[in-house]
Every structure is written in structure tokens, then in C-alpha cells.
T-cell receptor, first 110, second 117 residues
Framework: DAKTTQPPSMDCAEGRAANLPCNHSTISGNEYVYWYRQIHSQGPQYIIH???NNETNEMASLIITEDRKSSTLILPHATLRDTAVYYC???????????FGRGTSLIVHP | GAGVSQSPRYKVAKRGQDVALRCDPISGHVSLFWYQQALGQGPEFLTY????????KSGLPSDRFFAERPEGSVSTLKIQRTQQEDSAVYLCASSLAGLGQGFVEQYFGPGTRLTVT
């Protein structure tokens, strides 16, 4: 699976959009981009995934660049409850073992 | 609609003791995963079950670690002769589909925090 690079930490004001970047320059054609988050003392929670098209669900939007070497997870109106570690994972569709890395610690402040 | 549950939530063991960690997956979920998460790190894969079959145990760090899922539902992760380096959070996750069915989101439990003294 391709390696990902994320900033170790970010902060965001409550009510503003949080844009979390992820670099995956070695991604191959059959690899998806997945995002999970882990709130303190809880297990990771699936957020969204995509292959090459931008995706949106009730939690977030995922923007993947045309060359697929990077992506951005967007939380459009961050709340205090969005404070968590966000993991960007790249893996092929047939691979069931995600490699989490250290993720980005997002702090949403009032 | 209960989620994945794990017990105990916290476990303190003296070095050399055996421990057993339990995972109750979501009812009907075919796949079950165990992960180990050290402080400040992301979860790392330990082992995978499809129903009662343990199809992958490549992540188990040593032969002191043993996992089972005898009836294809509840799973137990056992660690024998615990060492200090075994201190971590142990996460269980389940998913509806089995292998070869494409990506299906994994639902994680809250984890068991193991501290070996």
C-alpha cells in the first residue's frame, strides 16, 4: 500500500471549515483513499473514501487531485466534537489491512 | 443496534501473567479484526477472522499472542506471559463483508487498555 504523509497537528476555529491535507505521491491506479478519525478513548471511525472523484457524505467531503497524489478532507463546519486524530489511508480495494500511520491531530477551539 | 463492545475496558497485569481480552462484534458481521495501538501511534493490524476461520495472523508480534473466534461471533485475544512492551490499547473491529467483496467500513470497539507492570 502507498505511504501517506500528513501534518502532525492542526487547529481550527469552531464553525469554520477544517481542511486536512494528505500526500500520497506513490499511489497506484487501483488504490483508494480512505479517511478515519479517532476521538480520544474511542476506536477509529470511518469517515469517507474515494478513488478519483470527489466524494461527499453527511460527515465530510473528500477532494482528490487530478493526479491523485494528494487529497484533502474537508469538515465544512467544524464543531468541538470534531477534535480527534484523523488518519488518511491508501490501500487497494482487495486489501483489508489498513496502515494507519500517526495521523493529524485536529483541535477545534471555541 | 449495539456496536462493537470490548471487555474489560482496562486491564492491569503483572509481568508474566496471562490475560484474555474479549470482543463482541456487531451481530451478523463476517469479518473481525484485532489491532494493537501503542501510545501516540496509529492502530497496527494483528490478526483477521472470517467467521470462525483465522485467515491472517501475520501481525501477531510473538507466539505469546493467540486469538480465537470459535463460533464465528465473539473473539478472544489471549496474551501469555505478558511483558511490559505488551502495554497498549487493543482494538477490535468488525465488518459486514468477507474478503474479496471490496472495501467495507470497519466498525471499531472502544478498545481495552492493557498496562503491564
Amino acid at each position: 500500500d502507498a505511504k501517506t504523509t500528513q501534518p502532525p497537528s492542526m487547529d481550527c476555529a469552531e464553525g469554520r471549515a477544517a481542511n486536512l491535507p494528505c500526500n500520497h505521491s506513490t499511489i497506484s491506479g487501483n488504490e483508494y483513499v480512505y479517511w478515519y478519525r479517532q476521538i480520544h478513548s474511542q476506536g477509529p471511525q470511518y469517515i469517507i473514501h474515494g478513488l478519483k472523484n470527489n466524494e461527499t457524505n453527511e460527515m465530510a467531503s473528500l477532494i482528490i487531485t487530478e493526479d491523485r497524489k494528494s487529497s484533502t478532507l474537508i469538515l465544512p463546519h467544524a464543531t468541538l466534537r470534531d477534535t480527534a486524530v484523523y488518519y488518511c489511508i491508501v490501500r487497494s480495494g482487495g486489501s483489508y489491512i489498513p496502515t494507519f500511520g500517526r495521523g493529524t491531530s485536529l483541535i477545534v477551539h471555541p | 443496534g449495539a456496536g462493537v463492545s470490548q471487555s474489560p475496558r482496562y486491564k492491569v497485569a503483572k509481568r508474566g501473567q496471562d490475560v484474555a481480552l474479549r470482543c463482541d462484534p456487531i451481530s451478523g458481521h463476517v469479518s473481525l479484526f484485532w489491532y494493537q495501538q501503542a501510545l501516540g501511534q496509529g492502530p497496527e493490524f494483528l490478526t483477521y477472522f472470517q467467521n470462525e476461520a483465522q485467515l491472517d495472523k501475520s501481525g501477531l508480534p510473538s507466539d505469546r499472542f493467540f486469538a480465537e473466534r470459535p463460533e464465528g461471533s465473539v473473539s478472544t485475544l489471549k496474551i501469555q506471559r505478558t511483558q511490559q512492551e505488551d502495554s497498549a490499547v487493543y482494538l477490535c473491529a468488525s465488518s459486514l463483508a468477507g474478503l474479496g467483496q471490496g472495501f467495507v467500513e470497519q466498525y471499531f470497539g472502544p478498545g481495552t487498555r492493557l498496562t503491564v507492570t
